[in-house]
């Protein structure tokens, strides 16, 4: 079983399907369970297509279509790229470039991209609440990585994972919970927040398809609670 939802950007989730955890197995070590997540590479090339469904606060809605592309650039290194389809304009242009044991490097663009600001990367993909720091999983290289408890969500096992940094530069988040599902190693939900108390935004896995024997991510979900809109991406699985 590999590490995979959030490595692909929420390309794949495999769900195994045995649930049983032992009382007494202790907590892992925060970083080394972020690291485990975000070293995680897609092991083959892939191309995925994807839609984006926006609903907004007066219940407007906006769907964009979205290409999703992994690229192994060798050991230890991938680059993700995502090209944004709508029906008028000029689409966009992300990538993510993925190094084992590095930071990401983040590039934007239309027609020609350019090296990501600190500020474009908690900018919205496709006018949704998923950023570019989430793409490339921003917060699990934070300085401070805790495991603070188990806890069931979505009827799975998981650990608690509790990401911190001191101060937000550029803008962006000061604390993130992750439900990481025990088995897989695959981040369920997560809960974003500016500041100590309550949560801005709310990552969820909605949808999953059943393909080879294996459970598989199809849609997935961000719920900004402040401009009370909710961001669907769903992937178009062969």
């Not at 083959?44 to 650039?73: H, P, Y």
């Not at 991938?78 to 470039?97: A, F, I």
Request: charged content about 30%; some cysteine.
């Amino acid at each position: 079983m590999t590490r995979r939802l959030f490595s692909v950007l929420l390309l794949q989730l495999v769900l195994c399907c045995s649930l049983s955890v032992s009382a007494e197995e202790q907590l892992p070590d925060g970083e080394e369970l972020a690291r485990s997540i975000r070293d995680a590479l897609p092991a083959e090339d892939t191309i995925l297509d994807a839609t984006m469904e926006v609903t907004l606060r007066d219940r407007s809605r906006i769907k964009t279509s979205i290409k999703i592309q992994a690229k192994r650039l060798g050991q230890g290194q991938c680059l993700m790229t995502y090209e944004t389809k709508p029906e008028n304009g000029v689409g966009r242009h992300w990538s993510v470039l993925r190094t084992v044991n590095k930071r990401n490097e983040y590039a934007i663009g239309d027609k020609t991209k350019r090296v990501a600001k600190l500020a474009d990367l908690h900018s919205g993909l496709a006018k949704s609440s998923f950023t570019l720091a989430d793409f490339g999983l921003e917060f699990l290289h934070w300085p401070n990585q805790k495991t603070i408890k188990k806890q069931r969500r979505k009827s799975r096992a998981c650990h608690v994972l509790e990401s911190t940094r001191p101060s937000a530069e550029g803008g962006g988040y000061l604390r993130v919970l992750s439900w990481v599902d025990i088995k897989s190693g695959g981040i369920l939900a997560a809960e974003f927040f500016l500041a100590e108390g309550k949560a801005k935004r709310r990552f969820s896995v909605k949808g999953l398809t059943k393909k080879d024997g294996q459970w598989l991510v199809d849609e997935m979900e961000m719920v900004h609670l402040e401009q009370r809109s909710r961001s669907r991406l769903r992937f178009h699985l062969k």
